[in-house]
């Protein structure tokens, strides 16, 4: 079929359409404007109960009416009741408000928490006999003016004046606990494998920590035998190794004194025995020269 019959074919259709749709006019005007009559009968007496007269105007007019007022009434309660939270986009004033308050106490808080974290470290800066200044030295602040770092300033409080002094006279970083109440089997001996001593003590004793720090390593073998090592200083590890029951873990806070290990022993004839070695800049010292109770056990 060429172009030509195609364009001629459309043509004769739409000629088609409209006619059929000139000569319906009657119809459609009829069906606008014919009345009707809705009646509703009771089904026994078949008595007239409600009668309507209906045409397509006044339907259309009721339609639309209808829509009209339904439309009004959403509009109120979108206005006046709280329903118009549920719309999308929609910006409630005491909800913008109640998030900016909560905005501004999780940045107080933060702050607040920072401040507290700072603290915390000062503390065991001190503890640890170590200036808490030297830590703020390399913490710099940026301002609007320059982008170059400035130091940050450390004032010593009172209250850090006071603890530091505290621990000055307790003897500062150089203050250490027993780690076993018990006597010295074996002595410190260079030229030995372990650069430590050997304690003996009684089943359920306490292993304690020399002095506050880290423990680095919390650890039992097969053979029932348990190794802790505890980092006080950037210089300073301390080594526990006995049979016992770890009370410990890696990553675990310790105070001078607290217990890291439980004495036990698999057969009940054995004396429980803890070895114990301190190092200081990597090297084995004689825990006895630092430790009076060591030193004056036999």
């Known amino acids: 079929m060429s172009i030509k019959e195609r364009i001629k074919g459309f043509w004769q259709r739409t000629a088609r359409f409209f006619r059929r749709l000139w000569n319906g006019r009657h119809t459609i005007s009829d069906l606008v404007k014919h009345k009707h009559r809705f009646v509703v009968l009771d089904t026994d007496t078949y008595k007239e109960k409600i009668s309507f007269q209906l ?21 109120l309660l979108l206005a006046f009741t709280p329903l118009r939270e549920f719309i999308p986009g929609y910006s409630n004033a005491r909800m913008t408000e109640q998030t900016y308050a909560n905005a501004r ?5 933060s702050v607040r928490l920072h401040q507290q974290e700072e603290l ?12 808490p200044a030297q830590r703020h030295v390399g913490q710099t602040s940026t301002t609007s003016d320059s982008t170059k770092p400035q130091p940050t300033p450390y004032v010593h409080s009172a209250a850090d ?15 250490y606990a027993c780690p076993l109440k018990g006597t010295v089997s074996k002595k410190y001996d260079s030229r030995n494998d372990f650069k430590g001593v050997a304690i003996t003590g009684r089943t359920g004793d306490k292993v304690l920590s020399v002095q506050s720090g880290v423990v680095l390593l919390a650890d039992k073998g097969s ?15 301390s080594l526990y190794k006995c049979e016992g029951k770890l009370l410990k873990q890696g990553g675990d806070l310790v105070q001078a004194g607290e217990p890291l290990l439980t004495l036990q022993t698999a057969k009940s004839k054995e004396t429980p025995t803890l070895q114990f070695a301190l190092f200081v800049d990597g090297e084995p010292v004689n825990p006895a020269t630092l430790i009076d109770e060591l030193k004056k056990s036999k």
């Open 55 to 75: 045409s397509g105007i006044n339907i259309f007019v009721f339609l639309g009416v209808t829509a009209l007022v339904l439309v009004f009434l959403t509009a």
């Open 105 to 109: 106490m999780v940045d107080s808080l």
């Open 120 to 131: 915390l470290a000062d503390i065991q800066d001190v503890m640890m006999g170590r200036d």
């Open 161 to 175: 004046s006071a603890l530091r002094d505290e621990m000055k006279a307790r003897g500062g970083d150089r203050h």
């Open 223 to 237: 053979d029932g035998f348990c190794t802790v090592v505890v980092r006080h200083s950037a210089d300073r590890l």
